[in-house]
């Protein structure tokens, strides 16, 4: 028997409740690899699917966290044996599968990501599925054009998890980054990351009717969308691309939106960390373990254990977590 995170539903009221439960590996759903979690984080997605689920959760009872990295257990699947380190983002795990939150998981092999040279499993997870994104969203800028040099960066959301981590790459690699935060008090941390200039998400978020405004960002990394992601496309510089990551914000883009593509040739890049072919996810792996400075990560931490989960789920919703919460599953 073992630790789990199990979020059940009462039928009759339709209400969902969260709780630490021993459950065992003949519990777990089907999958080739049984692996020993070590560590698994609070995204986004987490907060809801420990809630009433936001259309994600497809049946009850269920163990969230759309993350983890740990020791394979168990294999029947020739590319993993007992004792290999593996990390594990997207594929609807912790949705429609049996999640991270949990000291086992049996998952496909497909799912699985060796865990590369320069990475551990906690950092592997201070990583997590908000820095795999973020990585994916630089990548994503890089293949359209952006190099350091070109101007100031502009992340969005970027006390969060994803906008820490692309803050700190972006950084790191040599790029100026603007933060955009509505947390004034986060400033030194940001700075800390990486960044070199702070924008007051006021700034940002008053709908105006221009159809463009004064050329500023080389590039963006957008987590928040809704009224801002409306508004710095009209600063873009002509050419240049948006990563849209994420809808902290809310889902509808406002203003007048045709005109930074036509007059601007300005790219909106959807990036999507869930079905992400293999090679896609080793090679963002690696330029993880190459690219990001480990010391800035672990300003970001936020250590947590799964009897914390669910206020952290309340939390993240509220888009009150800073940076990454890493949750050691067997603490
Ligand atoms: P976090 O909650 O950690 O960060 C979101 C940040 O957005 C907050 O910290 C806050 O930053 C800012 N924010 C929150 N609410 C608002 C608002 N109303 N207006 C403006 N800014 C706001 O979440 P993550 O970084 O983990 O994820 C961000 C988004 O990306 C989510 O929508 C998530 O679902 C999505 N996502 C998408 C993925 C993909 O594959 N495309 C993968 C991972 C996440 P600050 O305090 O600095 O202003």
Partial sequence: MFNALVVEKDEESGKTS?????????????????????????????????????????????????????????????????????VLTGWRVGEAHWGGYAQKARVLADWLVPLPEGLDTRSAMAVGTAGFTAMLAVMA?????????????????????????????????????????????????????????IVAREDLTDVTRKPLEAEQWAGCVDAVAGAMLGRVLKQMKYGTSVAAIGLAGG??????????????????????SVMQPYQNRLRAWQRIARDLPMDKLEAMVQPATLSDLPAL????????????????VNA
């Fill in 18 to 86: 969260a709780a630490v439960k021993e459950i065992s590996v003949e519990d777990l759903p089907h999958g080739e690899v049984l692996v020993a979690v070590d560590y698994s984080t609070v995204n986004y997605k987490d907060g809801l699917c420990i809630g009433p689920g936001g259309g994600l959760v497809r049946k009850y009872p269920h163990v969230p966290g759309i993350d983890f990295a740990g020791t394979v257990e168990e294999s029947h699947d020739d590319r993993y044996k007992p004792g290999d380190k593996v």
């Fill in 141 to 197: 800028l890089e293949d359209h054009g952006l190099a350091p040099g070109h101007g100031p960066v502009l992340v969005t959301g970027a006390a969060g998890g994803v906008g820490s981590v692309a803050t700190a790459i972006l950084g790191h690699l040599g790029h100026e980054v603007a933060a955009v935060t509505g947390r004034p008090d986060q400033e030194d941390y940001l700075r800390g990351l990486g960044a070199s200039q």
């Fill in 251 to 272: 889902a509808a883009i406002e203003g007048a939106l045709i005109t930074p593509f036509i007059l601007r040739g300005v790219n909106l890049l959807g990036i999507d």
């Fill in 313 to 328: 789920g309340r939390d993240i919703l509220k888009g009150q977590v800073r940076g990454r919460v890493v949750v050691d």
